[in-house]
């Protein structure tokens, strides 16, 4: 993501070309034959497009409307190549609710560094301070999307899980025990990352988003702008089960406002001009005027908060958003997740959790069709199975972006469910019958001729 204003250089963001567009993923993956990078792509004569979904199957929670870019998404793009992209890894086995899983990190096109962290543990392991005789299944996936150096969201990367895993209240109230983990792990970077000379701390920050599957529901804690959406009855409907912590958000708006703070909208024409020039936001009248300004215009406006200047309401890390030493106004940047929890039913298709880069140029159907494109004309090859199709899924939604010209980091974690692994089942076996009905057919045929 791009939350800050200014384009200063950073000792942390300097070329590393030899791991462009690696995943970057917890050490703890248990079994590494879980997964497979490589895989073998089979060309296609024809493509077809599946049919746009409507507005109405939607859940838009910020009420935005997202602008989109004359690009025309066809299979065609899973073969297009890029500098430094390697091909998502993917699962090679279920894992009790979760069918399948893919997820790749990329540095995008107009950046020479990745600053995102993806964090996958199929099956959490027992703590040694858990009292639980019997440790149940629990996955965990987590985005960090870094700003301003990639320091902060290693440390998440590395040392979230553990915070979450280690506190009291897991797994016996996973809300709490994300809420706790924030602040512990945000305190645990600040100690280990800033030293009593102030000019020396660690300015990095992150947004996170991060769920985990435990006892067929699942538990989404967001920070800042990262997404998570689901695909529901094959696709009919899309739900966004996350809410975005932008300065334009209504309440997150009015608690910059309320704490002291000011929202203004930057066209990024100076990043060092005087902040007396700045034209603040009085009031939500105001607000809607200045989305709808942002919402037609051709230059990439932003909304950004005051004396911050970060682009995003809640995250962990940025000290100097958040400490009264910098300059800052405490309580405005927060590192309070949101915590959705939702139950995971049999028509449920599956998840996509996804950086703010995946959204800033693709609406929530767009991105679902893109799946669905997938299931639907590659899933009719005989040999393709659910994981390589995830895999694959999660490869079109983050060249999609690309097509569409995304200048962020982009990081995409596609989870099948139950929805998807039917709809599959489904369809092998209208192909197998199919494929039957014309075998008598011709017999019937060859049968009618000989007599």
């Known amino acids: 993501m791009e939350p800050h204003k200014t384009n200063k250089s950073n000792s942390n963001n300097k070329k590393r070309k030899t791991t462009i567009g690696v995943p970057t993923i917890s050490k703890n993956l248990g079994n590494p034959s879980l997964f497979k990078k490589d895989v073998k792509r089979k060309t296609i004569n024809s493509v077809k497009e599946i049919p746009k979904l409507s507005d109405k199957n939607g859940i838009n929670i910020n009420g935005t409307n997202d602008k989109v870019k004359s690009t025309v998404l066809t299979l065609d793009l899973l073969s297009k190549k890029y500098d430094y992209y390697e091909l998502p890894k993917y699962s090679l086995k279920p894992t009790g609710s979760l069918k399948s899983y893919s997820f790749n990190t990329y540095q995008g096109l107009c950046k020479d560094y990745n600053e995102d962290k993806i964090s996958i543990v199929s099956l959490v392991k027992k703590p040694t301070s858990s009292i639980l005789k019997t440790w149940p299944k629990i996955s965990y996936f987590a985005i960090f999307d870094g700003h301003g150096g990639e320091d902060c ?18 797994p016996f109230d996973i809300k709490l025990s994300m809420i706790e983990a924030f602040q512990k792990v945000e305190e645990a970077f600040f100690k280990e990352k800033c030293s009593d ?36 009855n094959g696709g009919t409907k899309v739900k966004q089960l996350t809410v975005d912590h932008k300065p334009d958000d209504i309440k997150e708006f009015e608690r910059a406002i309320k704490n002291g703070s000011k ?46 200047d970060l682009a995003v309401m809640r995250t962990v890390g940025d000290i100097k958003a958040k400490k009264k030493e910098f300059g800052a106004i ?7 997740p949101d915590v959705f929890i939702f139950d995971i039913n049999s028509n449920d298709d599956f998840i996509i959790l996804g950086c703010d880069g995946i959204f800033d140029d693709l609406s929530n159907e767009e991105i679902v069709n893109a799946a669905w494109m997938v299931f639907k004309n590659r899933g009719k090859e005989k040999n393709y199975e659910i994981n390589e199709l995830s895999m694959e899924a999660c490869d079109l939604i983050i060249k999609y972006a690309l097509e569409k010209e995304s200048t962020d980091n982009l990081s995409c974690i596609f989870i099948g469910l139950d929805g998807l692994e039917k709809y599959l089942k489904m369809d092998k076996l209208k192909k197998k019958v199919n494929n039957s009905m014309n075998n008598f057919k011709k017999e019937f045929k060859r049968s009618s001729t000989i007599k």
């Open 263 to 308: 929202i203004y909208l930057d066209d990024n024409d100076d990043p060092y001009r005087d902040p007396e020039q700045l034209e603040f936001i009085k009031d939500k009248k105001e607000l809607e005027k200045m989305k709808l300004i942002k919402e037609n215009s051709t230059e990439d406006k932003v909304f950004r908060v005051y004396p911050s």
């Open 330 to 336: 405490p309580g405005t940047i927060i590192n309070i």
């Open 197 to 232: 000379n102030m000019e020396e701390c660690e300015k990095s920050g992150s947004c996170a988003l991060v769920a985990v599957f435990f006892d067929n529901k699942i538990y989404i804690a967001n920070l800042g702008d990262s997404r998570a959406i689901m695909s529901v």
């Open 153 to 170: 969201s290693e440390f998440l990367k590395e040392n979230f899980l553990k915070y979450l895993t280690e506190n009291k209240n897991f």
